[in-house]
T-cell receptor, first 117, second 114 residues
């Protein structure tokens, strides 16, 4: 069975600090997909990134970067120079490659990030 | 504009009073799914549908029903709601591309059962 662990329940940082959100996953499949979603206080889920299991290149998008390491089954998310608008709950999720069936996302329990001035 | 809509967005009801949360997508996706979100538990899948008239249970289906009579709609039915179904519910419409399905989430429905 798939499992996603986000061990950090809450993180609090001061604006402009860098912060890394950890995500560790378990799966028996060789082909799978990893996701990060942001849930701001308004409640909607905002898609941030999707990464497949064959692509271990790190990704950078503005102040956001992701470090995917298959050797440690981790897909960590770093926000550089955090801002108050980054305050949200962040979810890591895992999807198996279930060809021909509805793909299901297995979510971690989320990390609440609080960025203060 | 590609959209997943849910109604109502907020609902307070009482134990045992049947209710339906509607979900509609305009992307012609075959796959749709329902999740519930609870503090400390993340999101868990309730039911999913692979196409019209094809549905199956997710991880937490007890107390819920779904139907898929048309491709665009996937309502979630609580026939006899109980307080433990107080939760934030998300509908998702899924683009299957062979390169990792992308899930488009609705805005969420916050349900309180008294």
């Amino acid at each position: 069975a798939q499992k996603v662990t986000q061990a950090q329940t809450e993180i609090s940082v001061v604006e402009k600090e860098d912060v890394t959100l950890d995500c560790v996953y378990e799966t028996r499949d060789t082909t799978y997909y990893l996701f990060w979603y942001k849930q701001p206080p308004s409640g909607e889920l905002v898609f941030l990134i999707r990464r497949n299991s064959f692509d271990e290149q790190n990704e950078i998008s503005g102040r956001y970067s992701w470090n995917f390491q298959k050797s440690t089954s981790s897909f960590n998310f770093t926000i550089t120079a955090s801002q108050v608008v980054d305050s949200a709950v962040y979810f890591c999720a895992l999807s198996e490659d279930l060809a021909g069936t509805a793909s299901k996302l297995t979510f971690g329990t989320g990390t609440r990030l609080q960025v203060t001035l | 504009e590609a959209q997943v809509t849910q109604n109502p967005r907020y609902l307070i009801t009482v134990t045992g009073k049947k209710l339906t949360v509607t979900c509609s997508q305009n992307m012609n996706h075959e796959y749709m799914s329902w999740y519930r979100q609870d503090p400390g538990l993340g999101l868990r899948q309730i039911y999913y549908s692979m196409n019209v008239e094809v549905t199956d249970k997710g991880d937490v289906p007890e107390g819920y029903k779904v139907s898929r009579k048309e491709k665009r709609n996937f309502p979630l039915i609580l026939e006899s709601p109980s307080p433990n179904q107080t939760s934030l519910y998300f509908c998702a419409s899924i683009l299957t591309s062979g390169g990792g399905d992308e899930q488009f989430f609705g805005p969420g429905t916050r349900l309180t059962v008294l």
